[in-house]
């Protein structure tokens, strides 16, 4: 299988992971080309 050269481009998911048992929100960038992940943050929520 030849991987192929091409510009990523991105798509943004949210996605909630937990971390000692504290969920937080995180933000992921793809290439919805080749699944790769490109960038990834966490978005801290203020607590209401
Ligand atoms: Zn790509």
Redesign the pocket.
């Known amino acids: 299988m030849t991987l192929k050269r091409?510009k990523?481009?991105s798509i943004t998911i949210h996605a909630i992971r937990q971390r000692a048992g504290v969920p937080y929100h995180v933000e992921r960038k793809v290439?919805s080309?080749?699944q790769?992940l490109l960038d990834e943050k966490t978005i801290k929520r203020a607590a209401a």
């Open positions: 091409h990523h481009s290439c080309g080749c790769r």
